[in-house]
């Protein structure tokens, strides 16, 4: 995915839960003082009995550096960082990744000049030439010791275009050496978009698969990722039909096509109706095309590309946390990831530097982009997203819940749907997690049932809400959508336009 425009803020953000009594059996916790308990208008149902496992670290960020001059290095981001429960992190970037040398963490300009014949790519890459030459490189030490510094797993985006095989194992070797926890490699980000360099899927998989030996043979238990394309037709097809299936896993991108000049409600609409069918693709596209035990990684996701008008808001936040949940429910899935950890949908800044960085280099010198002050701060999208992964990153097990009543949503080409949308997990901690979403301008109260017992022990709750989706953080108002925290009982308020997580136990 290339790098988003500036997002404009719009309103405000309205008030968060309110604590009501409850009780079940089981529970280990003291009750809440008694009180009326309003009466529920959802609940979800929660079975212990039936769950589908969870790859450790599931949920996770797309981190395209390459484009900025901030630094993996920098201390201020990396405490921005840490509030966002990263599973992992991707390195270095996906369009950026097609010129850059991993060896120096700079991108090689006769790499750049291969895509002369694609004007936007290539514009792109000399943009990363500047920053990242400016900057002194986007080195993958230190993008190491922020994924350890988190506690987040590596999926590496492979330069499988311009760099070498040879190049690809030194980097599996590097990985290994250095103890970063590489979870999957990727070869070539995005390589249907590129008809001068791939003659179709499985033109791709025969280029691609020196590179897989050579990182197999640096690492025999490397997860070594294939691209299938959002859709279906020919190079799906092709790289299917493909005789020897040598890849472990298959990577996704999904970026809903929303028109430009799409009015933001409309765009709403459209993308309630994609969340409804979010794993629809996946289990009757791809997984069929792929011998039994092939997993699937989705790097990048968001609500719509660069024409819609959805990212960095409220809604987007609210559709990258059920859109996580969704597919957290497919056995096959390795890895989700939010697009991305940096600027307007991530980690943003009141104080945009790249321009410094990019007149060091024009100017022949390096500047430390740490000395900055950036002004770091949260954006909702990616405040919506980290809810989630506060579940996603402790869940061993997504458990089978349903969830029924509340009020209904407009879904392009669907009609209404539920506004709400419920997961429920069981912790590797110890702990039950649930994650809601609600998609609708109503507050609700959502009665919680755990083997048809509704659950008696105190629930912290995590969440971000507020009463226009359209809002957004910005430097004047980097606080007006937040994340808040508060214990209640059961059953429990559902704030409108909102990602909810609960959560109860040992």
Not at 226 to 239: A, C, E, H, V, Y
Not at 294 to 303: A, Y
């Amino acid at each position: 995915m290339r790098p988003l425009g500036t997002v404009s803020v719009l309103v405000g953000i309205a008030s968060g839960l309110w604590a009501c009594g409850g009780g079940s059996p089981g529970g280990s916790s003291a009750s809440p003082p008694p009180q009326a308990s309003p009466a529920a208008t959802a609940t979800a149902e929660i079975s212990t009995s039936a769950g589908t496992a969870i790859n450790p670290g599931y949920g996770g960020y797309n981190l395209a550096m390459v484009w900025y001059g901030v630094s993996y290095r920098d201390a201020n981001f990396r405490a921005a960082a840490a509030a966002l429960s990263a599973g992992w992190l991707r390195f270095p970037a996906g369009t950026g990744s097609l010129a850059f040398d991993w060896t120096t963490g700079l991108s090689r300009p006769e790499w750049a000049a291969r895509f002369v014949a694609d004007a936007g790519t290539y514009d792109l890459l000399q943009g990363a030439l500047a920053t990242l030459g400016g900057k002194g490189g986007d080195r993958i030490q230190d993008f190491a010791q922020l994924a350890a510094a988190l506690g987040a797993k590596a999926v590496l985006c492979v330069n499988a275009a311009t760099d070498t095989p040879q190049s690809a194992g030194a980097l599996a070797a590097w990985a290994k050496a250095n103890g970063l926890n590489v979870t999957a490699y990727e070869l070539t980000n995005e390589p249907y978009l590129y008809p001068d360099f791939f003659g179709g899927g499985a033109d791709y998989a025969a280029k691609m698969k020196p590179y897989r030996n050579a990182i197999k043979a640096a690492d025999p238990s490397a997860v070594v990722a294939l691209f299938f394309k959002d859709g279906s037709g020919s190079w799906n097809t092709s790289l299917g039909s493909y005789s020897d299936h040598y890849w472990d896993a298959v990577v996704l991108h999904h970026y809903p096509a929303v028109s430009q000049g799409t009015a933001f409600a409309d765009a709403m609409s459209a993308m309630n109706g994609d969340l409804q069918n979010a794993a629809e693709w996946i289990t009757s596209e791809v997984i069929p095309k792929n011998p039994a035990g092939t997993k699937v990684l989705v790097s990048e996701f968001g609500p719509g590309g660069q024409t819609s008008p959805l990212p960095g808001s409220l809604y987007a936040g609210i559709y990258s946390a059920e859109y996580l949940t969704r597919l957290s429910v497919v056995p096959q899935m390795l890895h989700v990831g939010h697009h991305q950890l940096c600027a307007e949908n991530g980690i943003n800044w009141t104080y945009n530097h790249t321009g410094e960085v990019v007149a060091a280099y024009n100017a022949g010198r390096t500047v430390d982009p740490t000395t900055y002050n950036w002004g770091f701060f949260p954006s909702a999208q990616v405040l919506g997203a980290a809810v989630a992964n506060g579940a996603l990153k402790h869940a061993a097990q997504a458990l089978a819940t349903t969830c029924s009543g509340g009020s209904t949503v407009h879904a392009g080409g669907l009609g209404e749907v539920a506004a709400l949308h419920a997961q429920a997990y069981a912790g590797a901690d110890g702990r039950e997690y649930l994650v809601v979403t609600n998609k609708g301008a109503s507050s609700e109260t959502l009665l919680i049932r755990v083997n048809g017992t509704p659950v008696s022990e105190t629930l912290n709750t995590s969440f971000v809400t507020g009463s226009d989706p359209a809002a957004v953080n910005s430097p004047a108002n980097p606080s007006l959508v937040r994340t808040q925290s508060s214990t209640t009982g059961n059953p429990v308020t559902v704030p409108p336009y909102s990602v909810l997580r609960v959560d109860w136990g040992p």
